[in-house]
């Protein structure tokens, strides 16, 4: 985790100063496009900060109110970040819209000079968060790799515009940033959703898990087997495990082996198994119904 938060924080500081520098030629130019692009950087720099207080949040440990811990922060952060990526993306569509027909006039070197600045500044941050498996972190890379696109796109408007003067590649590009963000936006909120549904993880199908339980030697049969995550790096299970009439020490270590197999085969962190008489489960009193626990 404290890795984590350096990264973030390197982020958030690089991404400050492309801020800086690209409010700054947005001025100069009068650009809709990199406007656009900046209004991204100032979301990220937004979305960084709100991952940092959240990866610091998981870091508490669980209280007796809080038995989890906070790790759920980082899922509500995520979620925050898709949110303001859409709203980012429907203003500079709009913006874009309204300009049309206007004819406005854009100075196109300053708007070169700064996206180059921004681009190089956006692909320091994406190559430093790709490879990480936060669900903050994730959701800070698309951001990243999102201006980088976008910044790519203003530095061709701009050469377009300084040969051609065509402020409508201007609004044209904006556009694409907003689709840009947009399909950022859906990832992030995808998997956030995903989490706070408590949906089981990619991989941990509950036919496989059953499977892999089943074929452990002393298991009966399994049922009534919930999956979810509490974050992104968190997955946990519950399950009902039928065997033969067993010792509780004998009970004890077969949750174990089911246990390890879980986390090796599944990356489950923590399973809770109740051990029940073959024959005499409660899927045979037809008492394994979530609504009558």
């Known amino acids: 985790m404290d890795g984590e938060i350096k990264q973030l924080r390197i982020a958030f500081l690089v991404t400050f100063l492309v801020l800086v520098i690209q409010l700054a030629g947005w001025y100069y130019s009068n650009s809709l496009a990199l406007l656009g692009d900046t209004g991204h950087v100032f979301s990220d720099m937004l979305s960084l900060g709100v991952s940092m207080a959240a990866v610091w949040l998981a870091l508490r440990a669980p209280s007796s109110r809080y038995t989890f811990g906070l790790h759920r922060a980082e899922v509500f952060s995520a979620f925050f970040n898709g949110v303001l990526l859409v709203l980012m993306a429907l203003l500079i569509a709009y913006e874009a819209l309204l300009r049309i027909g206007t004819g406005y006039s854009i100075n196109s070197l300053p708007m070169l000079v700064t996206s180059l600045i921004g681009l190089a500044g956006n692909v320091y941050v994406a190559y430093a968060l790709q490879h990480e498996e936060n669900l903050n972190i994730q959701s800070a890379f698309p951001h990243a790799a999102g201006d980088a696109l976008s910044s790519v796109g203003v530095i061709l408007a701009a050469v377009l515009i300084f040969f051609t003067g065509q402020y409508l590649i201007d609004i044209a590009v904006s556009l694409l940033i907003a689709g840009i963000i947009l399909f950022s936006a859906y990832t992030v909120l995808r998997n956030s959703l995903s989490i706070l549904l408590e949906s089981a993880p990619h991989g941990a199908d509950i036919e496989k898990i059953a ?29 009902h495990v039928e065997t033969n009439n067993i010792s509780l020490l004998e009970a004890s270590r077969l949750s174990k082996r089911i246990e ?12 809770t198994i109740q051990i029940e008489p073959y024959g005499a489960s409660c899927e045979s009193r037809g008492a394994c119904k979530v609504s009558k626990h």
Request: some cysteine; proline content about 0%; overall charge positive.
């Open 260 to 271: 390890e197999k879980l986390k090796r085969d599944f990356g489950i962190c923590h399973a």
């Open 211 to 239: 499977s892999a339980v089943r074929s452990i030697k002393g298991v009966r049969g399994v049922h009534d087997i919930h999956v979810w995550r509490t974050c992104s790096e968190l997955c946990f299970a519950m399950m």
